[in-house]
């Protein structure tokens, strides 16, 4: 299995950015498709972006296309969610996840393995 530990969550104004990180330990990265999604408490998770295990394909939620992307370096296996033009919407608890199957499936809410979530605040 994978272990995966997501960070760089944080407070920020409307606007600004932040570049979150998941880390992976375990079984080989590039064998798996990384996806983020994220949770307001009591609200339904939230799909945000995926990416394959190569890096070669992306896929983003209509609401965070063109703000947010998805990246991934699995020599250092690390996958990486950089947010940008953020807003207060975006308010919510990010996780990353890690699927063994086609990085689409991601986008369908299926994964293998979750690691824990990072606080993201945008104030308005």
């Known amino acids: 299995q994978v272990q995966l530990v997501g960070s760089g969550g944080g407070l920020v104004q409307a606007g600004g950015s932040l570049r979150l990180s998941c880390a992976a330990s375990?079984?080989?990265?590039?064998?798996?498709?990384i996806g983020w999604f994220r949770q307001v408490p009591g609200n339904e998770r939230e799909f945000v972006a995926a990416?394959?295990?190569?890096?070669?394909?992306?896929y983003y939620a209509d609401y965070v296309k063109g703000r947010f992307t998805i990246s991934r370096d699995n020599a250092k296996d690390t996958a990486y969610l950089q947010m940008d033009a953020l807003k207060p919407e975006d308010t919510a608890v990010y996780y990353c996840?890690?699927?063994?199957?086609?990085?689409?499936?991601?986008?369908?809410?299926?994964?293998?393995?979750r690691g824990q979530g990072t606080q993201v605040t945008v104030s308005s």
């Open positions: 990416i394959s295990r190569s890096g070669g394909t992306t």
């Open positions: 996840a890690a699927g063994d199957g086609l990085a689409q499936s991601l986008t369908r809410g299926f994964y293998a393995y």
């Open positions: 375990g079984r080989t990265f590039n064998q798996y498709g």
